[in-house]
Structures are given as structure tokens and as C-alpha cells.
């Protein structure tokens, strides 16, 4: 194999991986919940911070979401309860999330569920060591193409620490 078909090859692994990981996910989320994974992703996302609300445009840069598609998400967050959005005075422009009691009970049932998934369908096949090598590759490529962020790319707390 060449260097540049090893390198396609590559990516479409990458690519197959992601799909099958995020179809288990998504599948056992909404098993237990009437959430989708970005959905899920969002209320996490808050969790981690649940000292201070995040702007509405923080959620989008750190899901790469298009501003539409995050007001998408906010609208049924907001319709369920799971989420409450406000507009500060001083800056009309600015909108912000946090999360509801209703989000937070939400989160703590899904995420069992999540855990699950994610352990049968990705740490149950790699070794810590590989995730370890696995994170360092992501930051590379990240890094290398300009999309490495801290707010979006390290967690406040592990995923265990939100139940």
C-alpha cells in the first residue's frame, strides 16, 4: 500500500469508527431518554460547568455546530425543561444556557446509559494505553488543523463525575 492510500484508508477507518461509535451511543441514549447525542453533548456540556452559564455561541464552538443548528438543539432543550435560556440586559446579544433541575435528573439517568455504550463499544477495545495514544493523535490533528480548544476539547470533570 502507498503512503497516500495508507493515509485514505486511514481516514475512512477513522471516519467507519466514529460512525459505529456514535450509532451505539445514540442508539442507547435514546433507549432511555428522548435525547439525541448532540442533545446529550449539550446538557453534559453545562453539567460540566454548572457553576456559570455558558453562551449559546461557547455550546456551538465547542459541539462545531453552526449557530442555527445550536438554536436548533436549545429550542426542544428549552420545550423539555432541560434547559433555561436568558438574555442579559447589558448585552442583548449574548445568550445564555444553563442547565434546570429537570436537565440535571435527565443527564444522571442518560449517562448511565452512555457509559455503557461508550465501554461496549469503544473501551472495551482498547487498552488504557491506546486510549491514551488515541487522545494524543486527536490533539495532533486537531492542533494541526487550527480546532484544538481547550474549552471544547478538555473536560472540566470525567464523564463518571456528572451523576
Not at 494524543?136 to 471544547?152: C, T, V
Amino acid at each position: 500500500m502507498t503512503k497516500s492510500s495508507e493515509r485514505v484508508a486511514t481516514w475512512m477507518n477513522l471516519q467507519q469508527a466514529n460512525r459505529v461509535v456514535e450509532s451505539a451511543l445514540e442508539q442507547r441514549i435514546r433507549s432511555v431518554s428522548d435525547l439525541s447525542l448532540a442533545e446529550f453533548e449539550v446538557l453534559f456540556r453545562l453539567k460540566i460547568v454548572s457553576n456559570r452559564p455558558l453562551q449559546m455561541s461557547e455550546i456551538a464552538s465547542q459541539l462545531i455546530n453552526s449557530p442555527s443548528g445550536m438554536t436548533r438543539i436549545a429550542d426542544r432543550l428549552e420545550r423539555d425543561g432541560l434547559i433555561e435560556r436568558e438574555t442579559p440586559p447589558e448585552n442583548r446579544r449574548v445568550v445564555l444556557v444553563r442547565l434546570t433541575a429537570k436537565g440535571t435528573r435527565v443527564l444522571a439517568e442518560t449517562n448511565r446509559a452512555f457509559q455503557e455504550a461508550l465501554n461496549q463499544s469503544f473501551g472495551a477495545h482498547l487498552s488504557e494505553r491506546d486510549v491514551a495514544e488515541l487522545r494524543r493523535l486527536m490533539h495532533s490533528l486537531l492542533e494541526g488543523n487550527g480546532a484544538w480548544s481547550d474549552a471544547r476539547c478538555l473536560l472540566g470533570a470525567p464523564p463518571a463525575a456528572i451523576d
